[in-house]
């Protein structure tokens, strides 16, 4: 049985609002403000409530929160949309609303119930068990100007919960008082869940979803972009919370319009500088088997090791390894200090350090690898190697990308396979251009998150899907084993990353979505291109070069392109006050 349903539900308040300001009990009113001064704080909302269940609403300050839990409660109206009811829906919202300080706690609870609805034979039925919940004691008969506003808080609390209801409406108002009362609130909560009564809970903390709801929602900007299970809405939530944390940090500006040390000097490959109380003494690569190599298959393990031999005793230093492509392309750049490891003081004598790539995820060409032993805050170097070892990675060539990154289309399969790739010179000159042909159109390219929302700032290391809608004129019927969708990601300075290459099956209207399960691009402006190519007449029929932009984002330090799982591993001589 369904307690309330609200199908396509909507809210607008009218008045222009500027964004972040606070409006209608609280709620932020962002960036929706129409030309006519409506703002919709509520869209397109789905949400049912069955008898006996606990729905859990998350979102940050200002996402709709309490316009839903006032619409789901009664007190507020609709703009679009319908909801439908059965039974009694109590809502817990504003604690204590009609307290009046110089009354007692005996007569505000008489006040307050009456306000609630309930009948005075009502409240004197469970008049005893509101003050004992409430734990007030011999206060009940004090003025409650007297009262803490702790107390007041579980006074009202009390109440609320000893009205008869079938639905509960309530946001993060349950975690009032004391450690002990919120215990006492939340076996309240687990009462009424054995007793088949129904909640919906509105909250921030994660935490108190995941410990009591059956279900869950996620609000954002007034439209639910998550449902289902808890521990699945709870994970997109944090995203977006992650996400926020690193903007609000400046490191928009930082991370993304200004790219990290995207290149390097090739002028400068071989040669080295320091201040040499710390001489490196070999650089060397190490495959999957262990053995000193120059070469190493795409994907595979890879170990860099540094031998080094310190001059003198050093403190506060961190070591770093880079990784270019032989055009000077950055690749990879950890550092221990990004990794936030505590390196000890190193005494003189011979040591190493490496770095361990769990996989080598760039494609076959050949690579340059730079070292240093830097000091803490890397103004200067002990001693810094620059392009000093060279190493070939082999595979399968794929077109110049500059990455292997593992991809699918829609569950299937990418495949590189060269005589499916697109000639990428018919592109020269083209960037940032378009162009649409009679035979064959493009859509401009969405991205999604794995919970399908739409947007343009993604986190590394994060599910990535860009669905490309296109349209195929019906007289390339006879044509179309020779056609193939193709999208490519590139960074903002035109270095081409990664692409994929699809298949085409049918005329008319398609729709194909390349999956990114884990896309390990390190921070910055990115664009993803993509065409219809024809392997008949080696052209594009249409295509979209650099138009489609997103950015990444992360809590990663690392400079370059790609982020490489990794682990460190060092030994480092002992120094007189380590002995």
Known sequence: MQIIRLNNVGRRFHGYINTGELSNGGVALKGHAARNGAFWALRNVYISVDKGEIIGILGRNGSGKSTL?????????ISEGEVITKGKIS???????????????????????????????EINRVFPSIVEFSELGDFINAPLG??????????????????????????EIITVGDISFQKKCFEKIAEFRMQGKSMVIAAQDPGLIQRFCNRAFLLEDGCIISSGIPAEVVCQYEKILNKKKILSQGSRSRMITETKRWATDMHEWGKREGTKEVFIEEIAVFNKSNQKTNKAKSGDKISIRVQFKAQEEIDNFHFGIAIFREDG?????????????????MGKGSGYFELQCSGLLLMPGVYYVSAAVWDKNEIFAYDYHKGKCDI????????????????????????FKSRYLPDLDYLVNKWESSENTSLAQLEPLVFLDNY??????????????IKADFNIDKSQGKNLKHLFLWVGLYR????????????ISSCGMNSEILVYPKLRLLPGGYRASSGIWDTHTNRFLSYSHGI???????????????????????HIPKGEASS
């Not at 506003?149 to 008869?164: D, N, P, Q, W, Y």
């Not at 903002?492 to 298949?503: E, P």
């Not at 950015?551 to 460190?568: A, E, P």
């Open 392 to 415: 070939e990675v082999t595979g399968d060539p794929a077109s110049g990308q500059l990455l292997s990154l593992p991809s699918s289309w829609s569950g299937l399969p990418a495949f």
């Open 492 to 503: 903002s300075d035109g270095i081409y990353c990664h692409g994929c290459v699809r298949g």
């Open 329 to 345: 392309v950055y690749c990879y750049g950890p550092n221990t200090q990004f990794d936030g490891l505590a390196v000890p003081r």
């Open 146 to 171: 007297s009262y803490s506003t702790g107390m007041k808080m579980r006074l009202g609390f009390s109440v609320a919960i000893h009205k008869e209801f079938d639905l509960l409406v309530t946001d």
């Open 452 to 465: 399908g929302s739409k947007g343009n700032i993604f986190m590394t290391i994060k599910e990535l899907k």
């Open 91 to 121: 809502a817990l919202l504003t604690l204590g609303a009609g307290f009046q300080d110089e009354l007692t706690g005996r007569e505000n609870i008489y006040l307050n119930a009456s306000l609630l609805g309930m009948k005075r034979h």
């Open 548 to 570: 489609n932009s997103f950015s990444m984002i992360s809590d990663k330090r690392d400079h370059g392109t790609v982020y490489l799982d990794h682990r460190w591993n060092w």
């Open 69 to 77: 839990l006032n619409i789901i409660s009664g007190g507020l109206s």
